[in-house]
Nanobody, 123 residues
Framework: QVQVVESGGGSVQAGGSLRLSCEVS????????MAWFRQAPGKGREGVAA???????TYEDSVKGRFTISQDNAKNILYLQMNNLKPEDTAMYYC?????????????????WGQGTQVTVSS
């Protein structure tokens, strides 16, 4: 059974930075696709960034140029470096993974999910 645990969330002022981490254990690292999603209060879950086994990366438009997704395959850890944070980035951030090929920011394709880590950005 794959276990997914996020960490690194917190409270920062606008313009600040945070780095989220996602540790995967219990089974083979889901190299098909790993991704970050977020859910703000009162809103649905949206994809933020995804990375496939070849290193191909997709970003949601609002985070392009500010967020960077990366992974350490040797340590089975996924990262999300978030710079120039804005109040609208405030949300619970979730890590998700899938073993199968095919990588896109679509919630339904991911089999494994963490419990989330809260990011709060104040103005």
């Amino acid at each position: 059974q794959v276990q997914v645990v996020e960490s690194g969330g917190g409270s920062v002022q606008a313009g600040g930075s945070l780095r989220l981490s996602c540790e995967v254990s219990g089974y083979a690292y889901p190299t098909g696709c790993m991704a970050w999603f977020r859910q703000a209060p009162g809103k649905g879950r949206e994809g933020v960034a995804a990375i496939d086994r070849a290193g191909g990366i997709t970003y949601e438009d609002s985070v392009k140029g500010r967020f960077t997704i990366s992974q350490d395959n040797a340590k089975n850890i996924l990262y999300l470096q978030m710079n120039n944070l804005k109040p609208e980035d405030t949300a619970m951030y979730y890590c998700a993974g899938r073993h199968l090929a095919g990588c896109r920011l679509q919630e339904a394709i991911f089999a494994y999910w963490g419990q989330g880590t809260q990011v709060t950005v104040s103005s």
